[in-house]
Every structure is written in C-alpha cells, then in structure tokens.
C-alpha cells in the first residue's frame, strides 16, 4: 500500500479496476437470489468473499470493489440484525478485501474501494436503474452518512460511490462524504448520453468538478458503448481523473431472471482514456486479464 491512490490516478499506466463480484460468487456456486445480494455472504460466507476478491487481484485488478453495495442498516434490519451488529458486517466487507490483497502478494500496491450503491439497491427492485425516488436531497444524506461512517471509519483507501441514478442522488452523496477523512469517486449509472433518471451528463458531472473528496468521476453498470462519450464528458467537464467499469453487454430479463444476448464488452474500450479501468455486472477474471494486458499492466 505504499503508494497513494489519489497519486496513482494521476500519473503512470491506468490502474486495472476489478469486476463483478456477485457474478464470482454465483460462478463459485452461492445462490444470490436474495434481497441483500452478496451483501448476505458478509454474514454466512466472509470466505467466498475474500476468495473473490483474490481471484481479481490475481487476475490483474489493482483495485477491488468490497461487497457493500447492497449492505445497509435497513436492508440488515429486515433480517433482524441489529444496528451493532450490522455496523461489524459493513466494517468486515473492508477486512475481507484487505485479506484478499494480503494474500495476493503482490509486488505492484493494490487498494480497497468501499462500495455505496444508491439508496435503490436497498430497495432491491431495480429502482437503482430509474431513480426518483420520492426522497428529498436531505433524506437521502441522512439515509447515506450512517453508513458512510461506518465504512470509513474501516479505513478503505477509497469510497465508491457507484451505480447513482440520478443527480438528487449524487448531490446527496457529496455532501454525506464531507468530513468523514476518506476520499471517494463518484460514479454515475448511464443510458446514452444521460444519467438513468434522464439528466445530461454534463450536468451530472459538473456536480463533482469542485468537491475536494472527489479523486475521480465516471460511469458504470452501463452498456459498454455508453463508456467513450460518458470518459470524454467527465474528463472535460471536471478535470478529473475517470473511472469507468460497464457491464459484459448482455442485457438482464426481468421476465425469466435471466441474462440475454451474448457479451459485447472489448477489451479495447480501455483505452478510452479512463485512468481507473474494469467491468461490472457478468464481467469475470478472465475479461479483467484481458483488461490488464491491453493496457500493457500484465
């Protein structure tokens, strides 16, 4: 860990973010059809999550997201687990990913992202893909902060705030952030040109350009042709360095719960310009090595 993350975003090859950590669990053979996702292996399998994560460490990735997405107070409460204890499970996602790059032994630093997902993944009823949830910009921090604090206060090197709808959303997140000693990126899910709630990029992004716990911008869990215009708009509208993870390209079918089409996602979208580089949702080790070679890091 010794060299700052902030500082690596800046300068040198691209950093090789990992991808998605549920579709690791599931190819691991754990059920995820649950409201909680991954998030509910904190609780009954921390071991399946640390060996995920070191699959993408092993793999190629620098940086491995934690499996706190889907983790809030709320969502735990519904299982009956208490605030206490709920704190220790969010906490322990930042332990087990610090776990994994301990056992990667790695000669290159590798760093810990704790996961915020948007006040919809709590719901778990795709509202995360629309936003506008009926909340006011204050009721959304006050939804946020709690457990911001709790994962910053497990020392990540970094908060990702991803996967956010909309823009009530983000100015909800940057101020929840504020004062907490973590810096954080901040990262939009897309449709084309807009955010999933319909916002114009531009507007969205400009929201980050003067926040000072703000190391990065960018997109994902969008489609992989939506990364090139959202790069260049992030880069230009905030000076920023950008972090940009789609998804495999197949499209989800609420239907029959399953996954259509066959994957787009190239390796070559790396070189948009983004200086913190992986995938998303059905992205695997195997796209995440091919991610690192093509931007020269294996």
């Known amino acids: 860990m010794s060299t700052d993350l902030a500082t690596a975003l800046t300068g040198g090859p691209p950093l090789v973010l990992d991808g998605g950590l549920s ?17 509910r292996l904190l609780a009954e399998a921390p071991e399946a999550i640390t060996e995920a994560h070191l699959a993408y460490y092993t793999a190629g990735a620098d940086v491995a997201i934690t499996a706190s997405y889907q983790a809030t107070f709320e969502g735990f409460a519904r299982r009956g687990i208490d605030r206490a204890a709920a704190a220790r499970l969010l906490a322990s996602s930042v332990e087990l990913a610090r776990e994994a790059a301990r056992r990667a032994g790695a000669a290159r630093p590798l760093w810990v992202a704790a996961s915020a997902g948007p006040y ?35 020392a990540p090197d970094v908060l990702a705030l991803e996967t ?8 909800a997140l940057l ?93 070559d979208f790396a070189a948009t310009g983004a200086r913190l580089v992986g995938g998303c949702c059905r992205v695997g080790p195997e796209t995440i090595t091919a991610i690192a070679r093509a931007l020269g890091r294996v």
């Not at 956010?164 to 100015?171: I, N, S």
Request: charged share 25%; hydrophobic share 40%.
């Open 164 to 171: 956010v709808p909309d823009t009530d959303e983000a100015e």
């Open 175 to 267: 101020c929840a952030v504020r004062g907490l000693g973590v810096l954080a990126w901040l990262s939009y899910s897309v449709d084309g040109d807009r955010t999933r709630a319909g916002q114009p990029l531009e507007q969205a992004f400009a929201l980050a350009a003067d926040a000072e716990e703000i190391i990065a911008v960018g997109v994902n869990c969008c489609a992989p042709e939506d990364v090139p215009h959202a790069v260049e708009t992030a880069a230009r509208v905030t000076g920023k360095p950008v972090v940009a993870y789609p998804n495999s390209g197949e499209t989800w079918n609420p239907r029959t719960r399953a996954w259509d089409d066959s994957p787009t996602l190239s390796p």
């Open 23 to 39: 579709n690791q669990l599931a190819s691991a053979g754990y059920d995820l059809s649950d409201e909680l996702w991954s998030a």
């Open 120 to 154: 919809g993944a709590m719901l778990a009823d795709g509202s995360e893909y629309r936003g506008r949830y009926g909340l006011t910009r204050a009721e959304l921090e006050r939804f946020h902060r709690p457990r911001l604090e709790v994962l910053a206060a497990a």
